[in-house]
């Protein structure tokens, strides 16, 4: 069973910077992902990392801004994000599943969640 766990949450002054980092447990073949869910919105795609690295995707809200990386011999994956804006305040799931492009990726295994709140 895959188990990811997120940290690194936290409440930022708008233009400030915070890295989510997620851990996952068991193997790292997976194409991962950060999604985002705000108080009464759908949750949404951030951006998506193939198993290789190699296919990053990003929504179009965050490109510039926020980053995806990962270190598969650490089983991690991380989440730079500058220059927040008080909308990028949401719950940030990370999440890992199988598919070629990161955005439509067949996304199974979800995190628990970490709060990111931007201040205005």
């Known amino acids: 069973q895959v188990q990811l766990v997120e940290s690194g949450g936290g409440l930022v002054q708008a233009g400030g910077s915070l890295t989510l980092s997620c851990a996952v447990s068991?193997?790292?073949?997976?194409?991962m992902g950060w999604f985002r869910q705000a108080p009464g919105k759908e949750r949404e795609f951030v951006v998506g990392?193939?198993?290789?690295?190699?296919?990053?995707d990003y929504a179009d809200s965050v490109k510039g801004r926020f980053t995806i990386s990962r270190e598969n011999a650490k089983n991690a994956v991380y989440l730079q994000m500058n220059s927040l804006k008080p909308e990028d305040s949401a719950v940030y799931y990370c999440?890992?599943?199988?598919?070629?492009?990161?955005?439509?990726?067949?996304?199974?295994?979800w995190g628990q969640g970490t709060q990111v709140t931007v201040s205005s």
């Open positions: 068991g193997r790292t073949t997976y194409t």
């Open positions: 999440a890992a599943g199988w598919g070629t492009s990161p955005r439509v990726a067949n996304y199974v295994y």
């Open positions: 990392i193939s198993w290789s690295g190699s296919s990053r």
